[in-house]
């Protein structure tokens, strides 16, 4: 009698998947895909939250935008009775942001969009957006790093050094320039500067932070409150930001201007950051735009376009401090 599950009299009364007396059922194996679309993981808008915003080209014509920066007031002084207080004049100066297009468009067929189980353009419009955000990320590192102020790691004393009293507190020996960075000059503690409220470090620069006891990791603050993207911890005041954006350089290469390591070590370069350092001028803010009707309909076009442009605000607000 045929089997009431596949209609085959080949089977024995018992038809299961499991190795027994039914051995000649032999199904074929489907492949099943997953509904849930993955997506590569990339590094997403750490230092664009720390711009200062400007978007009067809105109103004007132009390219440019030109922003006014006052200088810091002279020291003040003791008054003394019966003498007229001198006053003192106000000093500005002036910094531009040149805006351009900015964008990055992708097509899929109809035939495609008919034939694949996913939703081909919303994948494609996440996508645009991910990749619109590590741009504009980037821009805003690469205008950062066009600061001229640098500092150096520490070399800690070898663990078979004769031990002192100032030896837990003991900072070590920092690197001359960037061609002495010889692999062993880490970030520390002591490779800061004061005045400074957030700094950018990669994953292998954080693992060394991490190592001093005074580093207050973001899940033990005393207080909860409104955490900067990214945030990872503190340290003497200054907040931490993990980033992979950051720049790394190989032997026998290095930044503009900075020579090259030729001993041993990848060169990694933190980030400190100060008040007003930077600027984001945006004629157009991000648009998803349709690339219309092509080809009767048979290809679909998506694209991110924005009209924006980074400048450096204040060079003395911007150290790198590069380490091994």
Same mark, same amino acid.
């Given at each position: ?14 038809? =299961? %998947? ?14 099943? +895909? ?47 009775? %019966? ?32 034939? @694949? ?5 919303? @994948?494609? @419009? ?26 150096? %790691? ?24 960037? @061609? ?63 980033? =992979? ?58 694209? +991110?376009?924005?009209? +924006?442009?980074? %400048? ?9 401090? +590069? =380490?091994?």
């Amino acid at each position: 009698m045929p089997s009431s599950i596949t209609g085959t009299p080949l089977l024995s009364a018992s038809p =299961t %998947g499991y190795p027994g007396t039914n051995s000649q059922l032999s199904p074929a194996i489907q492949v099943i +895909w997953s509904k849930e679309i993955l997506f590569q993981s990339m590094p997403v808008l750490r230092y664009e939250q720390f711009a200062v915003k400007k978007t009067e080209l809105g109103v004007q014509p132009g390219l440019q935008v030109n922003f006014m920066r006052y200088n810091n007031l002279g020291d003040a002084s003791q008054l003394v009775e %019966g003498v007229r207080m001198q006053t003192a004049a106000l000093t500005a100066s002036q910094y531009a942001i040149t805006v351009a297009e900015q964008g990055y468009a992708v097509a899929v067929s109809e035939l495609l969009l008919n034939a @694949s189980f996913d939703d081909v353009m919303a @994948s494609s @419009s996440r996508l645009l957006g991910r990749n619109m955000a590590k741009y504009l990320d980037g821009s805003a590192r690469d205008t950062l790093y066009a600061a001229s102020s640098a500092i150096f %790691g520490y070399q800690l004393p070898a663990p078979t050094a004769t031990r002192t009293p100032l030896s837990p507190y003991d900072a070590g020996t920092v690197a001359a320039n960037y @061609s002495a960075l010889a692999g062993t000059f880490y970030m520390s503690v002591n490779v800061r500067i004061g005045e400074t409220y957030v700094c950018f470090i990669d994953p292998h620069q954080s693992r060394r932070l991490r190592d001093n006891p005074e580093f207050i990791e973001m899940t033990k603050y005393a207080s909860a409150g409104n955490f900067m993207i990214g945030e990872i911890g503190r340290l003497n005041d200054v907040v931490y930001i993990e980033t =992979t954006q950051v720049r790394q350089y190989a032997i026998n290469t290095g930044p503009p201007g900075m020579g090259a390591v030729t001993n041993a070590g990848v060169v990694h370069g933190a980030m400190y950051l100060g008040d007003n350092a930077f600027g984001h001028a945006i004629a157009l803010p991000v648009e998803l735009r349709d690339g219309g009707v092509l080809d009767f309909g048979r290809e679909h076009a998506l694209c +991110w376009y924005a009209i +924006w442009g980074f %400048g450096l605000i204040t060079d003395q607000s911007v150290v790198i401090a +590069w =380490t091994n």
